[in-house]
């Protein structure tokens, strides 16, 4: 069975940091594109991060430039977003989705998703 499973998240206060985690079952991981989306209630699932299948490209949406990071570590088919400085802001259910060209910009092209974990930033 094909699926993607998510781990990590949680509550967190300002400045603190969590590392979430996207595994791959039924699939090989590294012929993917892997991108981070984020959901806040009320608002549309914004692009967080990607990286590439082909060259290990990776891209970061201008609010987390800097304090996010995105990896893979092909041995364990799995994706990580390490989130360093968080704010209130990153409040939201993060999700992480394969694509089997590049890192598109539009949720609606991932083909696979994780089943979504909750961020909570506050003091």
């Known amino acids: 069975q094909v699926q993607l499973v998510q781990s990590g998240g949680g509550l967190v206060q300002p400045g603190g940091s969590l590392r979430l985690s996207c595994a791959a079952f039924?699939?090989?991981?590294?012929?993917?594109?892997i991108g981070w989306f984020r959901q806040a209630p009320g608002k549309d699932r914004e692009g967080v991060s990607c990286?590439?299948?082909?060259?290990?490209?990776?891209y970061y949406g201008d609010s987390v430039k800097g304090r996010f990071t995105i990896s893979r570590d092909n041995a364990k088919n799995t994706v990580y977003l390490q989130m360093n400085s968080l704010k209130p802001e990153d409040t939201a259910v993060y999700y992480c989705?394969?694509?089997?060209?590049?890192?598109?910009?539009?949720?609606?092209?991932?083909?696979?998703w994780g089943q979504g974990t909750q961020v909570t930033v506050s003091s």
């Open positions: 989705g394969a694509e089997g060209v590049g890192c598109p910009p539009s949720p609606y092209e991932y083909v696979y």
């Open positions: 039924g699939f090989t991981l590294d012929y993917y594109a």
């Open positions: 990286i590439s299948s082909s060259d290990g490209t990776t």
